[in-house]
């Protein structure tokens, strides 16, 4: 079963439903830790600002059973755009704390010139970095896949860097640290690039 973390903020139908469409559909939406704790997998979405995030996931009971799920079981866990931030110690954003899964802190995107906007939105290509990672197995490429955001991931280690994308300079699309992974896209947006890489999660990693 994949469980996706229902704590207030993030497109959690949109998922479920191409969850259901590439055939994974023992899907629900999870509000109890008794469905994370029967989950064989977990996706932690997100759509917003980070210390709201943090708070609405603290408040909804579901950490303890999700740090259980990931860290004590090893069990697979997926973030997606906030949820991806989330995994990471900290963000400009804000001032809460991350989860701290994986060491990374989120930057605001920052330019010298003007030409670029923040967000940065719309669909854009990555580079695969770490090409025997589960996640990108059987990998359609050039991959693209749509972004909204204003901050990303900078990694303390670059080996947690699954995936690159320029906007200005490198940022990390996408990370990985043992059976945690987060992308900073939107793959229930990405067409057949996400229903790939959704594939990839359900069944390789």
Same mark, same amino acid.
């Not at 469409?21 to 509000?31: E, N, P, T």
């Not at 210390?51 to 950490?63: A, F, H, I, V």
């Not at 069990?75 to 995994?87: E, F, N, S």
């Not at 400009?92 to 990374?104: A, D, K, P, Q």
């Given at each position: 079963?994949?469980?996706?973390?229902?704590?207030?903020?993030?497109? @959690?139908?949109?998922?479920?439903?191409? /969850?259901?469409? &590439?055939?994974?559909?023992?899907?629900? +939406?999870?509000? =109890?830790? #008794? !469905?994370?704790?029967?989950?064989?997998?977990?996706?932690?979405?997100?759509?917003?600002?980070?210390?709201?995030?943090?708070?609405?996931?603290?408040?909804?009971?579901?950490?303890?059973?999700?740090?259980?799920? @990931?860290?004590?079981?090893?069990?697979? /866990?997926?973030? &997606?755009?906030?949820?991806?931030?989330? +995994?990471?110690? =900290?963000? #400009? !954003?804000?001032?809460?704390?991350?989860?701290?899964?994986?060491?990374?802190?989120?930057?605001r995107f920052s330019f010298e010139n003007q030409i670029l906007k923040v967000p940065h939105m719309g669909w854009d290509y990555v580079t695969v970095e770490k090409k025997e990672n589960p996640l990108v197995y059987n990998n359609i490429t050039p991959a693209r896949y749509y972004f909204v955001h204003s901050y990303h991931a900078i990694c303390e280690n670059p080996d947690n860097v699954l995936m690159s994308c320029n906007y200005g300079y490198l940022f990390a699309a996408a990370v990985s640290h043992e059976n945690i992974y987060g992308v900073q896209f939107h793959p229930e947006k990405s067409h057949k690039y996400g229903m790939q890489l959704l594939s990839n999660f359900v069944k390789v990693c």
């Open positions: 079963m994949i469980a996706i973390v229902n704590y207030g903020l993030g497109n @959690v139908y949109s998922i479920l439903n191409m /969850l259901n469409k &590439i055939g994974a559909k023992d899907s629900v +939406l999870a509000y =109890s830790p #008794e !469905e994370i704790e029967q989950a064989d997998k977990i996706i932690l979405p997100g759509v917003g600002a980070f210390d709201t995030g943090m708070e609405l996931l603290k408040n909804s009971g579901l950490l303890s059973a999700i740090n259980k799920h @990931v860290l004590e079981e090893k069990k697979p /866990l997926l973030g &997606i755009c906030l949820g991806m931030q989330m +995994l990471g110690n =900290s963000s #400009e !954003e804000g001032t809460s704390l991350g989860l701290g899964y994986i060491n990374f802190v989120n930057k």
